[in-house]
T-cell receptor, first 111, second 111 residues
Framework: DSGVTQTPKHLITATGQRVTLRCSPR?????VYWYQQSLDQGLQFLIQ???????AKGNILERFSAQQFPDLHSELNLSSLELGDSALYFC??????????FGPGTRLTVL | ELKVEQNPLFLSMQEGKNYTIYCNYS?????LYWYRQDPGKSLESLFV?????AVKQEGRLMASLDTKARLSTLHITAAVHDLSATYFC???????????FGAGTTVTVRA
């Protein structure tokens, strides 16, 4: 157990819908990273937050957004969902320039 | 952009034999990580390599890093069935700490 929690574990929804994925970092970690794992794209970095502020952006679609709240939990919002958005979404946390620890992931299925 | 290439992508191992997985990355990186992923599960951290010449060992797995060649290797000694999984290497970008992952090596150990 890495200490990073993600909810929900599984999410099944329809195309065009919007969902929110939640991540709670390890105690004391200020950084939260979001990654997407899909069969065709592999593991891709989406976005990073550090103490509430966006730090880095990767291959994140405009339909996706994220934020980190004062209590340091983070949410990833996915809207206008398409079939191709079906993937495992991982959150990782760390303390700046230290190792990242991964949560259990949220499996999103878009039908 | 930091690119990571991993090979082979698939590795069928015979129990008791030794094998190596290779990981090349394109530009300077602060850290090199090795992760293990079982089907449908999260990423389990195996090794973090910080400097040139770093070597770390845990059980039958040994990882090394050559920063001049931008190459890391994961060596498996006397493979056993429990090592069947997908192994990922990831390089950490110096400026924003985001991880760039290789495509993964799916390892199957047969008797």
């Amino acid at each position: 157990d890495s200490g990073v929690t993600q909810t929900p574990k599984h999410l099944i929804t329809a195309t065009g819908q919007r969902v929110t994925l939640r991540c709670s970092p390890r105690s004391g970690d200020l950084s939260v990273y979001w990654y997407q794992q899909s069969l065709d794209q592999g593991l891709q970095f989406l976005i990073q937050y550090y103490n509430g502020e966006e730090r880095a952006k990767g291959n994140i679609l405009e339909r996706f957004s994220a934020q980190q709240f004062p209590d340091l939990h983070s949410e990833l919002n996915l809207s206008s969902l398409e079939l191709g958005d079906s993937a495992l979404y991982f959150c990782a946390s760390g303390r700046g320039a230290t190792e990242q620890f991964f949560g259990p992931g949220t499996r999103l299925t878009v039908l | 952009e930091l690119k990571v290439e991993q090979n082979p992508l698939f590795l069928s191992m015979q129990e008791g034999k030794n094998y190596t997985i290779y990981c090349n990355y394109s530009t300077t990186s602060d850290r090199l990580y090795w992760y293990r992923q079982d089907p449908g599960k999260s990423l389990e951290s195996l090794f973090v390599l910080l400097s040139n010449g770093a070597v770390k060992q845990e059980g039958r797995l040994m990882a090394s890093l050559d920063t001049k060649a931008r190459l890391s290797t994961l060596h498996i000694t006397a493979a056993v069935h429990d090592l069947s999984a997908t192994y990922f290497c990831a390089a950490e970008a110096s400026n924003d700490h985001k991880l760039s992952f290789g495509a993964g090596t799916t390892v199957t150990v047969r008797a």
